[in-house]
């Protein structure tokens, strides 16, 4: 069996500020295999843009990295001081920003920034920095690519400076490609484009990726396997196929219950009640438990790791049963998504 390309192993973060300190990521782990896509799932607020932003070094201030290991092709990301961070964070990994109007540069024109890369780590002279950038262009579908070189962010629509942000993440052909909501800022037909292109790079060059993203029907679409988080823990990982037709945490399930079901449209849209914890004092035992129908007396102290069931499927229920039994009961569970 071959390495995985990246392995997390209880990863935990900390984030300080003048009136308190949060826990945003807390024992944090999972595998990542070449060419794998792994969807990351959960509410606003839960974590997973904060875990993806560990991986790369980019925290926030205040923000600090308490314990566990990231290794990436054989090597503990955590070890690496600043500087052979940026080479890894430029080179080997790329990552595709939520939203491209704050993370492009406004007064650099679109060919500069996407040739940065090339030119900052892989030697290239400007003209062959700018000759990538226009094959980059291309690749990515931006028609006209040569003239658009010189537009800046502000003259491109709102799909086309996506489009720019996937070819930055591209131009030095990583190994590792992090997507933290790529397509939420999109319409829905730009969106599809954006996903068909992801998952045609993705088959062309064998990256790996993780996906993050509040919608089930979009991860079930690019995605083989998904974690599902909940207030800075992954609390179920699995094959999409799986963990969205036989959910076995309450939570999961409580997510595919919120999905809208387009095929009845006199359907009530569930939710789920209560509210996260405070992650600044996050709650004695399962995390998930004030809002669960099914917690009982044992849920509300210990620690709930994840726990291999089904082959490649874990969860951190330990009355995962209740939950699949639950999901057995509705015939639609799983059908919102999987298409």
């Known amino acids: 069996m071959t390495d995985p ?14 009136r308190e300190t949060v826990h945003p990521v807390a024992n944090v782990s999972f595998d990542l295999a070449q060419g794998e896509t792994l969807g990351i799932v959960g509410e606003s607020g839960c974590g997973k843009s904060m875990m993806l932003r560990t991986l790369i070094g980019l925290l926030p201030r205040g923000g600090l990295v308490t314990g566990g290991q990231i290794v990436f092709q054989g090597t503990d990301l955590l070890s690496l001081d600043e500087k052979e961070m940026r080479d890894v964070r430029g080179r080997s990994i790329g990552m595709i920003f939520q ?13 500069e920034q996407i040739a940065e890369g090339p030119i900052a780590h892989l030697g290239f002279t400007k003209k062959a920095g700018r000759q990538r950038a226009v094959e980059l262009m291309q690749q990515v579908g931006i028609p006209d690519a040569v003239r658009r070189l010189r537009a800046y962010p502000s003259e491109l629509s709102g799909g086309m400076r996506q489009r720019v942000m996937i070819a930055m993440a591209l131009a030095c052909e990583p190994q590792l490609l992090l997507c933290d909501e790529p397509t939420t800022a999109l319409d829905v037909t730009i969106q599809d484009q954006i996903l068909k292109l992801l998952l045609q790079l993705q088959e062309s060059t064998g990256i790996g990726m993780i996906f993050v993203s ?17 207030a800075a823990e992954i609390v179920e990982i699995g094959s999409v196929a799986s963990v969205l037709a036989d959910p076995t945490h309450p939570y999961t399930l409580g997510l595919l ?19 996260p914890p405070n992650l600044a004092q996050p709650p004695d035992g399962c995390r998930f438990r004030a809002r669960c129908e099914f917690a009982q007396e044992d849920c509300a102290t210990g620690e709930f790791p994840l726990l291999f069931t089904d082959g490649d499927r874990a969860t951190s229920c330990i009355h995962s049963n209740s939950c699949r039994d639950a999901a057995h009961a509705d015939p639609v569970i799983g059908s919102r998504v999987l298409r």
Do not use: W
């Not at 390309?5 to 003048?18: A, D, G, I, Q, Y």
């Not at 919120?258 to 359907?267: I, L």
């Open 5 to 18: 390309l990246l392995s997390v192993k209880n990863l935990r973060v900390e984030l300080s500020t003048r």
């Open 99 to 111: 939203e491209p109007m704050t993370a492009l540069n406004p007064v650099m024109q679109v060919g």
């Open 214 to 230: 509040h919608d089930l029907a979009v991860v079930s679409q690019i995605c083989q396997n998904v974690a599902v988080m909940y």
């Open 257 to 275: 219950r919120a999905v809208p079901d387009f095929d009845n449209v006199k359907s009530v849209l569930e939710s789920i009640p209560g509210i």
